[in-house]
């Protein structure tokens, strides 16, 4: 008999790439009114690994989940759209800066054992912190796995392939439950299809009152813009002056 899981799939809507990112008057880094957000690279492998699970008619349903304020239901709806068949909202106010440790403490709290395989993305694009399947791993007892990039499910026990380095990979086996921190696949996530846009417009998104999120402790810093530690130097002039300058710039550098 096959096993099926319970699925959850972390979802965090990040700024599109080519968003530019200034400070406020706090130092907390905002974004411009017009930029795009898109659901997060690496959290959208992750749901694809789960949907091959799916496809697989391993599991019992995928729920996704997203903590922040009102334009994350995008994402969201998004999700639905790919094949998750209920999403949640964990809701923040516009503008709250969430760290890490207080998403994984929302999610956590959420999920509350009722999860077989938490999936996440192995970071986020914009953050890039590294950091919340591993929180949520340690806050809810489960197994955990970063860096994977092929996994199978049998029997309760997930079989996964985890990178180490861009030549060497690791196997090994994990007991169901566990988080499992996508870094990419061997499938490509899938473009949405028709049936599942149409459902995904009749579906609500559940919201979850701000009130569930357990404050915590914390020092608020603040962030600043890197400082230009290079400069360019322009070579002008004919063909044969150039090559003489850049020459005389390699060996004054120590290059040649």
Do not use: W
Request: proline share 5%.
């Amino acid at each position: 008999m096959v096993s099926k899981v319970k699925i959850l799939v972390c979802i965090k809507q990040v700024p599109d790439n080519n968003a530019s990112v200034y400070l406020n008057n706090n130092g907390i880094p905002e974004y411009d009114e017009k930029t795009v957000y898109v659901i997060n690279r690496y959290d959208e492998y992750a749901l694809e690994e789960a949907l091959q699970l799916k496809d697989q008619d391993l599991t019992y349903c995928i729920h996704t989940i997203s903590v922040g304020p009102s334009r994350v239901q995008k994402a969201l709806q998004r999700s639905l759209e790919m094949g998750a068949d209920e999403a949640f909202h964990i809701q923040t106010p516009e503008g709250e800066f969430n760290t890490p440790y207080m998403i994984a403490q929302a999610i956590t709290k959420f999920a509350h054992q009722n999860y077989d395989i938490i999936f996440t993305g192995v970071m986020s694009e914009d953050a890039m912190n590294q950091q919340t399947g591993q929180l949520i791993a340690a806050m809810s007892g489960y197994h955990h796995a970063t860096g994977v990039t092929k996994l199978s499910l049998l029997h309760n026990t997930v079989t996964i392939t985890r990178e180490l380095n861009a030549q060497e990979s690791l196997m090994y086996e994990l007991p169901v439950p566990c988080v499992i921190s996508v870094q990419s696949s061997i499938y490509k996530p899938r473009y949405p299809s028709l049936s599942n846009v149409l459902r995904a417009r009749k579906q609500k998104i559940a919201i979850i009152k701000p009130d569930l999120v357990v404050p915590v402790a914390q020092t608020t810093s603040h962030f600043t813009m890197p400082q230009k530690t290079t400069k360019c130097q322009f070579i002008e002039g004919s063909m044969s002056q150039k090559i003489t300058e850049l020459y005389a710039v390699l060996h004054k550098n120590a290059v040649l």
